[in-house]
């Protein structure tokens, strides 16, 4: 089917482990973020890609990396996680600008 | 920079009463503006959009109406169902400032629960 796909759906970890949050898109679309959505904050944007190969920040980057060797995919790392980082994660993408963003079903994530 | 304000919420109406969610923008260039709906334990899904001053966006009985002139992009729906309990979100895409992807600012979202 097409879509996007984030796994897992809820992970639960320690501080100081390293979380790989996966993200798949069918559509082939160029684009692709990675948010956060946390109460009071809305949703928040970590990194986006532009392309396979092509990474930027968004608003609140530090702790975590991405990466994007093939266009379907956009994993985002936490390479030592914090309390802090307790959200859900989302990801999205879109062809163009002018157009909405499609949503994952999201990643629960909980850092003890 | 662009920002989007969302009405104070939690909003609980009854079956069948009338929905305003309030939503105003502040944004360089003609942005693009989006409703977006997130069902318990669900993603973000597009309720409905509107590109250009004036445009109306709808669906599933929900309406807004793009107004530059007071930068609004208010939610309605004539009578409320309980599956409409979800949260909203007020989104804008700006297309000023040379990126090429759409940066998409969201409001605070709003927690709407309908009773029987």
């Known amino acids: 089917d097409a879509g996007i796909t984030q796994s897992p759906r809820y992970k639960i970890t320690e501080t100081g482990r390293q979380v790989t949050l996966m993200c798949h898109q069918t559509?082939?679309?160029?684009?692709m973020f990675w948010y956060r959505q946390d109460l009071g904050h809305g949703l928040r944007l970590i990194y986006y890609?532009?392309?396979?190969?092509?990474?930027d920040k968004g608003e609140v980057p530090d702790g975590y990396v991405v990466s994007r060797s093939k266009t379907e995919n956009f994993p985002l790392t936490l390479e030592s996680a914090t309390r802090s980082q307790t959200s859900v994660y989302f990801c999205?993408?879109?062809?163009?600008?002018?157009?909405?963003?499609?949503f994952g079903d999201g990643t629960r994530l909980s850092i003890l | 920079g662009n920002s989007v304000t969302q009405m104070e919420g939690p909003v609980t109406l009854s079956e069948e009463a009338f929905l305003t969610i309030n939503c105003t923008y502040t944004?360089?260039?003609?942005?693009?503006l989006f409703w977006y709906v997130q069902y318990p334990g669900e993603g973000l899904q597009l309720l409905l959009k509107?590109?250009?001053?004036?445009d109306k966006g709808s669906n599933k009985g929900f309406e807004a109406t793009y107004r530059k002139e007071t930068t609004s992009f208010h939610l309605e729906k004539g009578s409320v169902q309980v599956s409409d309990s979800a949260v909203y979100f007020c989104?804008?895409?700006?297309?000023?400032?040379?990126?090429?992807?759409?940066?998409?600012?969201f409001g605070q979202g709003t927690i709407l629960t309908v009773h029987p």
């Open positions: 999205a993408s879109h062809e163009w600008r002018a157009q909405p963003q499609h």
């Open positions: 559509w082939s679309h160029s684009y």
């Open positions: 890609s532009a392309a396979a190969d092509i990474t």
């Open positions: 944004a360089t260039g003609y942005p693009s």
């Open positions: 509107a590109t250009k001053a004036d």
């Open positions: 989104a804008l895409i700006s297309n000023a400032g040379g990126t090429s992807y759409g940066k998409l600012t």
